[in-house]
């Protein structure tokens, strides 16, 4: 009878247990050739990790981004938004406030929310990460000897108390950018080899349907190495393409 009321106590201290994180996110390292998993991480390793809190009335801000970049609504083109006021849109103090107690409560002594409070840099042992976030963490070499190793899991969960506070949690699971080579630009035009740039071989290139410009937008023009904006030049270049 002692056997049995115990493995029922076992059994449901588990399920409790399992049941209180929820899975966010898996690492992708089996689509990546640049990094090699390496041994497991050492837990007193001091291990930043960035909190992404949800934020409010992205539905709002993104309907706002549309109004602004339209040249068809004349009321709202152009009318970008400060920093602060997208502050007052999308700003989560409580979730921010949560999530800060949250790390203090549990051993986190390193904390750093952003000015606006969007973002909370950590700083904990790899022990405590792994306890939070019911994970193993690992080192992870670059195939190129002149990045440095990252220490990362294979995938991370949150405590059911988080969950509505956190977007996300960086440098858990996401390896860092690939290093892409820079792709190569190839002449496609005799008139381009031989030095002679026209509006039709840039239209061509790039897809540009139509060279008519629009009052509203506005563009900045760099000058550098001697050389200088000149309307007369600017001038002859239209009339000589008919622009």
Not at 118 to 135: C, D, G, R, S
Not at 149 to 176: C, D, K
Request: hydrophobic share 40%.
């Amino acid at each position: 009878m002692f056997q049995v009321s115990f493995l029922v106590i076992l059994l449901t201290f588990v399920s409790c247990n399992a049941g209180s994180f929820k899975l966010i996110e898996k690492s992708l390292i089996s689509a990546r050739d640049d990094f090699l998993q390496s041994d497991r991480a050492d837990i007193n390793t001091e291990h930043e990790v960035v909190f992404a809190i949800e934020q409010n009335n992205l539905d709002k801000l993104e309907s706002l981004f549309y109004e602004v970049s339209d040249p068809t609504k004349k009321d709202r083109y152009g009318k970008f938004l400060t920093r602060e006021e997208v502050k007052d849109l999308t700003a989560n103090p409580v979730s921010t406030d949560f999530v800060v107690q949250f790390l203090m409560d549990n051993d986190v002594k390193k904390i750093k929310p952003s000015v606006y409070g969007e973002y909370i840099k950590a700083t904990a042992p790899i022990a405590v990460w792994e306890k939070l976030f019911a994970t193993t963490f690992f080192t992870f070499n670059h195939v190129e000897k002149s990045v440095n190793p990252v220490l990362r899991a294979l995938e991370y969960s949150l405590p059911l108390v988080l969950v509505g506070h956190v977007a996300a949690v960086f440098n858990t699971v996401q390896l860092p950018p690939r290093l892409a080579p820079k792709p190569k630009l190839m002449l496609k035009d005799s008139a381009a080899k031989a030095g002679s740039i026209t509006p039709a071989l840039l239209n061509s290139y790039y897809g540009v349907t139509s060279n008519t410009g629009n009052s509203l937008g506005s563009q900045a023009v760099f000058e550098s190495l001697g050389q200088y904006y000149s309307p007369s030049d600017l001038a002859l270049f239209q009339e000589n393409y008919n622009l």
